[in-house]
């Protein structure tokens, strides 16, 4: 099983859909999770920190279930300028720092 | 502005010919590291840095060197490339650590290796 796994995707969705992204970590000992966006060719930049009460950003809200070992990432009115692939990323705190990326999801939103 | 820079951008090589990747942050970060991204595998950590000279490797560290003899650089060396490195690199560095700290990604160095 991959330390972290998400949706293959790709996803292709309506202008205003509503849009949800799963990951799963294998680590039950994984401290901190975020959400990256890439755009194509692109360097990875972070779109949110999620956090265990859940946290929102205007049209996105991430989500954490520890229990389940599952992070969630739910885009609302979709907008052209949100097409990109999304990243799950998990720190584990090991012997060292150790950052793991899942391979990511691809969004295309559609006029 | 607060950036990572990455030189070259591009890189066409041929196999065994030892090329650096430069990678440059002007953020005073601590921590800095060196991922490559292949299609579907994500992104896989190559090599970090904790700090000036304290460097541990990731989880794909064959073929691949770099030190950290000044806070704000950190170097990716491959001394003999072979075409399996061909990929898209990124460096990133993160004040303080990586648990619970965003990191700043320079603009990638894409290598090709024939």
């Known amino acids: 099983r991959k330390e972290v796994e998400q949706d293959p995707g790709p996803f292709n969705v309506p202008e205003g859909a509503t849009v949800a992204f799963n990951c799963t970590y294998s680590?039950?000992?994984?401290?901190?999770f975020f959400w990256y966006r890439q755009d194509c060719r692109k360097e990875p930049k972070l779109l949110m920190s999620?956090?265990?009460s859940g946290n929102e950003d205007g049209r996105f809200t991430a989500q954490l279930n520890r229990a389940s070992q599952y992070i969630s990432l739910l885009i609302r009115d979709s907008k052209l300028s949100d097409s990109a692939t999304y990243l799950c990323?998990?720190?584990?705190?090991?012997?060292?720092?150790?950052?793991?990326f899942g391979p990511g999801t691809s969004l295309s939103v559609i006029p | 502005e607060a950036q990572v820079t990455q030189n070259p951008r591009y890189l066409i090589t041929v196999t065994g010919k030892k090329l650096t990747v430069t990678c440059s942050q002007n953020?005073?970060?601590?921590?800095m590291s060196w991922y490559r991204q292949d299609p579907g595998l994500g992104l896989r950590q190559i090599y970090y840095?904790?700090?000036?000279?304290?460097?541990d490797k990731g989880d794909v560290p064959e073929g691949y060197k770099v030190s950290r003899k000044e806070k704000r650089n950190f170097p990716l060396i491959l001394e003999s490339p072979s075409p399996n490195q061909t990929s898209l690199y990124f460096c990133?560095?993160?004040?303080?650590?990586?648990?619970?700290?965003?990191?700043?990604f320079g603009p990638g160095t894409r290598l090709t290796v024939t």
């Open positions: 990133a560095s993160s004040n303080q650590g990586w648990t619970g700290r965003e990191q700043y």
């Open positions: 680590n039950s000992a994984s401290q901190s």
């Open positions: 999620v956090y265990s």
């Open positions: 990323v998990v720190n584990e705190k090991t012997s060292y720092d150790k950052v793991i």
């Open positions: 953020m005073n970060h601590e921590y």
């Open positions: 840095s904790m700090n000036v000279e304290v460097t």
